[in-house]
């Protein structure tokens, strides 16, 4: 059923037919009754803790496909154990011209070069005041495009003070390619500035009296050895409590789709089925060489819920769809999380 309505909705450009999608879902999920049908049909229930929290299931969306909190209701319905939002900048933007997302159809992936348009702090954190009750929701946090990134600590700070007390955890975004130099701040002097200061923010607000939120960091799969061996030595040094794993890729390697198509495309990060053996790689290295010290947020590639335990096997503690649900529908989260509940059995 899922793939007619895919066939049809990749007549339209991948853009509108995201915007269309979900709105579409808005107003079905209004009709009687069809928001608890659809909980019925889609939700597994594996609970399971986690960086501290209490998790529904294993599988959640990961940052991007509602980058305003505009969904969080529907994609619960959907079976989402939970969702992370984002990437927040504390003004609004709009992000880079259109077109800014494409299908690679052939190889099951996507490129996008979003430039993190989102309705900005202020109005994402009025939205998450009615947020779904017993839903985890994490918020993923980046710079303005306008900040230097000598002042980008000013901007994760704000995020994190403004949605301290309506997000669950928070994940550090310095690894999206389509922010110009942004991946910059991946370096270990810039990235630890700004991962001691959240950290030092969190310790206030604890000595307030307000609960720990745990936060992550989200890593590019591009970087080296070297580079995985710092963001190890700054995850222990800072005191966050995980890694995310991983974002969009910039290599176009291993893909079916021409050559000639993609250099038309242009700059972008490339998601979906072809970063899944990339995107294990770095998993594998940070699980192996934190000898499983650091919990990890598997994303990347997930098609099949086959590939979903494939994740939780290599050492994540829980993991995220995005392309997969694009190309394959809510099936997948429902197919994911079942298989991780039955194979934890054993």
């Known amino acids: 059923m899922y793939k007619i309505i895919r066939s049809l909705l990749f007549l339209l450009p991948a853009e509108t037919a995201h915007h269309f999608t979900f709105n579409s879902l808005k107003l079905l999920l209004k009709l009687p009754f069809a928001k608890g049908i659809c909980m019925r049909i889609f939700r597994v229930e594996d609970p399971f803790e986690f960086i501290g929290l209490k998790f529904t299931n294993r599988v959640g969306l990961a940052a991007g496909l509602d980058k305003n909190a505009a969904y969080l209701h529907e994609l619960a319905a959907l079976g989402f154990g939970f969702i992370e939002i984002g990437t927040i900048t504390p003004k609004p933007q709009s992000g880079n011209d259109k077109p800014r997302l494409f299908r690679l159809k052939q190889d099951e992936s996507l490129i996008n070069r979003m430039g993190f348009n989102n309705d900005g702090l202020e109005v994402i954190a009025q939205r998450l005041v009615n947020r779904p009750e017993n839903l985890i929701v994490g918020g993923n946090i980046g710079k303005n495009k306008i900040t230097p990134n000598e002042e980008a600590v000013n901007d994760y700070a704000i995020c994190f003070e403004r949605l301290y007390e309506v997000v669950d955890y928070f994940v550090v975004n310095v690894s999206s390619p389509n922010t110009p130099n942004l991946r910059e701040l991946q370096d270990k002097g810039p990235l630890l500035v700004i991962l001691n200061k959240l950290v030092q923010l969190r310790k206030e607000r604890m000595q307030k009296g307000l609960i720990s939120k745990p ?119 429902k197919a994911a999380a079942s298989l991780i509940k039955e194979k934890s059995k054993h």
């Open 215 to 333: 936060i992550l960091l989200k890593i590019a799969p591009d970087l080296t050895h070297s580079q995985l061996d710092d963001v190890i030595d700054m995850v222990k040094e800072s005191g966050i409590e995980g890694i995310v794993s991983s974002n969009t890729t910039i290599s176009r390697d291993n893909l079916i789709t021409s050559a000639a198509v993609v250099e038309q495309i242009g700059a972008g990060g490339v998601s979906g089925k072809v970063l899944f053996a990339k995107s294990n790689e770095v998993l594998q290295y940070i699980v192996n060489k934190s000898n499983g010290s650091i919990p990890i947020i598997g994303v990347g590639g997930i098609h099949t819920a086959e590939q979903a335990q494939t994740k939780i096997t290599l050492g994540a503690g829980l993991i995220q769809l995005y392309t997969g649900f694009v190309y394959e529908g809510p099936a997948l989260v």
